[in-house]
Structures are given as C-alpha cells and as structure tokens.
C-alpha cells in the first residue's frame, strides 16, 4: 500500500454506511442526504442490504445537498457458517452483473421471512409476516428489522434491541437459519462493476482468532481492499484493534454509522470519530468514483 501521504483527507467527514427505506432504514434517499447535509457529512454513500435500487435517488438527492457521493450497498454472506457483511463502495450503479448477483442474494428472503413467521407463531405472536410487512418499503427486501418493529409495535418487546436478544437470533425463536452469498462472489461483483469491497463492522462477528484471519485471507486473496474501523457498531477498543488490523495487513479504512432511523440507531450520520490519521481511507482508493455535485 502507498505510504499515507493524505493527511488531510483522513478527517472528511464521510459516512459510508447508511440504510434506506430500499431496505430497513426508516428515510427515505432524500430525507437521509438532507439529515447528512445538517450533520456536516461530506462525502456520502447509501448502503442498503443486497440492494442498489436507491442508488439513482440518492446520487441526485447528495447532488442537491451539495454533497460528494459514492455509490454503495452492503451484502449479505455466510463465511465459516455465520453471516458477515461485505460493503461495496464506488461501483457502477448500472452494473448488470453486480444486479444479478444481487438479486439472487435477495432471492429466498420472502420465503424466509414466512418461516420466521411460522416459528413466531409456535411462541404465541401471531400475524407477525403481515405486521412486518407494514414496515416494508421494498417487496423484495423483508428483513428482521421489519420484524423487530412489529414485535415493539405489539409491545412485545420495549425496543429492537431486545426483540434481537430474546428473538430472532440464533437460538431463539424466530430465528431461521439462511444461506446468503459466498464471500468472493460478493468481492468479485463489486470490484468487476469498479468498486471497493470492504468487510463492515468485523467486530460484531462471533469468530475466534483463527476464524477471523481466514476471513480477512479470503477477502483479501478475492481483491478485497477495506475493513471498516470507525462504525457504529465498534467500541472504542474495537477501533484500536481494527485499526491495528489494517495497518498490519495493508487494508484501506473505512468510517460509517450504520444509520437506520432516528428512534432506533444510537450514532447518527457524520458523528463518529474520524478515522486514525495514519490509514489509508478507502475513498482515497476511490477518488475517480466520487460524484461531486455539478
Ligand atoms: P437480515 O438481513 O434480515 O438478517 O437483518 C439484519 C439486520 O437486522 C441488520 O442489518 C440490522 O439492521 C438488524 N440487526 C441485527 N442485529 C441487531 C441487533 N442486535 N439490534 C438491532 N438490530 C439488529
Ligand atoms: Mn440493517
Ligand atoms: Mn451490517
Ligand atoms: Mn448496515
């Protein structure tokens, strides 16, 4: 990797990681741009899970902000039988084959969800596939989140934290195991369409020491490029170690809140820490990808 020679660029305000009503944010493209703007983020992306339908929203929506962007997605994969998340960052919206691919990983959540539904309905919550569908903005793109809102709707649970806890996690009722993409499908979809892949949040992965180095080999021996360091998911300690992490094996960093809606997530865009200043941010990998308003 090239000596870090861009100081400056290190502290832009980028949010790289966000999610949509096009998968299972609760704004819209163009409410997020508009919250981004008043946050003083810089340089945005839209991420949604296994999605790039916002992506045309959000370019005009960041360009009516005044804001840079990078187009983005986040996709669902199961490595060593957990599922790990892959973000693609400065792809080609248009790409077809990063839309196929994409396609096939949404393909299996309807049926999934009606499980999920069914083993709800073992523990007394009846009717929960029509109540998270109520919270769906995308058809093809039903998720646990949708779920998780239904159960603190029917006050089941006080918030969707706890819907994860006692829910819809391994192990707990509502949970359905699912086979999602494999690992260097996901690198090679983004990075043939122009982008960057890079692995999202590797701190919430329940992986030993072991699991987690082949993770990273794989990703890396695939042309993965990014880990993300600073994100609403990491503690402060976890920004150390991921940090640590891409300086030993030359990996670009990457800096995103993982933004949902404004009750539920507990970092809002632009508010995170700026990246260490020694890494090498990922959009300094992407400079050619960067939209800037007109
Ligand atoms: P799915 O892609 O349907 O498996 O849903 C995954 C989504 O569930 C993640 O992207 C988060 O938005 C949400 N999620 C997962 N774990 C938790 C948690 N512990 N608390 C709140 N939301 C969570
Ligand atoms: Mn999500
Ligand atoms: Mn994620
Ligand atoms: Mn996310």
Redesign the pocket.
């Known amino acids: 990797m090239e000596p870090n020679n861009a100081a400056p660029s290190v502290a832009l305000n980028a949010d790289l990681h966000c999610?949509s009503t096009v998968?299972?944010g609760t704004l819209s493209p163009e409410e997020l741009a508009a919250r981004a703007r008043e946050r003083g983020v810089q340089l945005w992306a839209l991420t949604d899970?296994?999605e790039i339908g916002g992506q045309h929203r959000a370019l005009r929506a960041a360009a009516a902000q005044g804001l840079d962007y990078l187009t983005g997605t986040?996709i669902?994969v199961t490595f060593a039988g957990e599922?790990v998340?892959i973000v693609g960052l400065g792809f080609d919206a248009d790409d077809a084959e990063l839309a196929e691919g994409l396609a096939c990983t949404r393909n299996g959540?309807q049926a999934?969800a009606m499980e999920m539904s069914d083993s709800l309905a073992k523990v007394g919550i009846r009717g929960a596939y029509e109540g998270a569908l109520k919270y769906v903005g995308n058809p093809d793109l039903?998720?646990?989140?949708?779920f998780?809102r239904f159960l603190v709707e029917t006050r089941v649970c006080g918030d969707?934290?706890e819907?994860?806890?006692r829910f819809?996690?391994d192990g707990k009722p509502g949970f359905v195991p699912?086979r999602w993409a494999r690992l260097g499908d996901a690198v090679h979809w983004i990075t043939q369409a122009g982008g960057v892949a890079v692995v999202a949040h590797p701190g919430?992965y329940r992986f030993s020491p072991t699991e987690e180095y082949a993770l990273f080999t794989e990703f890396q021996a695939h042309g993965g490029q990014g880990v993300e360091v600073v994100t609403g998911s990491h503690s402060t300690a976890e920004y150390a170690k991921y940090a640590d992490l891409a300086r030993e094996l030359g990996l670009a960093a990457s800096r995103g809140s993982?933004f949902?809606s404004p009750n539920?997530s507990r970092i809002d865009l632009g508010q995170l820490p700026a990246l260490p200043a020694d890494l090498t941010p990922v959009w300094s990998l992407l400079a050619e990808r960067i939209h800037h308003p007109a």
């Open positions: 999610h998968s299972d899970h296994d986040e669902s599922t998340h959540r999934r039903i998720s646990r989140t949708h998780a969707t934290g819907v994860f806890r819809l996690t699912h919430r993982d949902h539920e």
